[in-house]
């Protein structure tokens, strides 16, 4: 049986962050899900249908998408149901900090209460530990380069949404 994992986030936009957890996770599942939520308590930016876009662009200059990763959207409810559906048994996350861990765990575990869905944390490469999509809006936003953080489609389409 092939082990199936989701990646869940706002990704508003992704991040070089972002890629490095789910390059990591595709290493590790057989098929990894990169899906992207509407959190409530987040203003977006970004649409969320271009997000995907901007993940699937991303992923496949790393030849990604297409071998085992998928990427898509999720806006039916619980993102346990989504797991269900596709078969997942692992939600996977990228903790930066101590932060990261405080502001993950209790959604590990009701996830965990809800469905049986085990959440897996990664730890990203430390060059990455101080990049967050809220960081590179605000940059982005006053003018400043983000192209350090984020992948080259996801620059260009920021520079382009700045002007
Ligand atoms: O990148 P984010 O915004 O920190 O991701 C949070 C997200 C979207 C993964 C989380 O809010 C979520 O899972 N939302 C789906 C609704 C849900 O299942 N909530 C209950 C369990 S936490």
New binding site residues.
Partial sequence: MSSVAVV????DPITLGHVDVIERAASIFDQVHVVV?H?PD?QALIPIAHRVSLIEKSLEERGLVGANVVVTSWAMG???DYCTDVGATAIVKGIRSQVDVAYETP?AI??RDLAGVETIFLLPDPAHAHVSSSLVRQVSALGGDVAPYVPAVVARFLERTAD
């Avoid at 869940?8 to 990704?11: A, E, I, K």
């Fill in positions: 869940p986030g706002s990704f939520v959190n987040k619980l993102l346990v959604m009701v996830n």
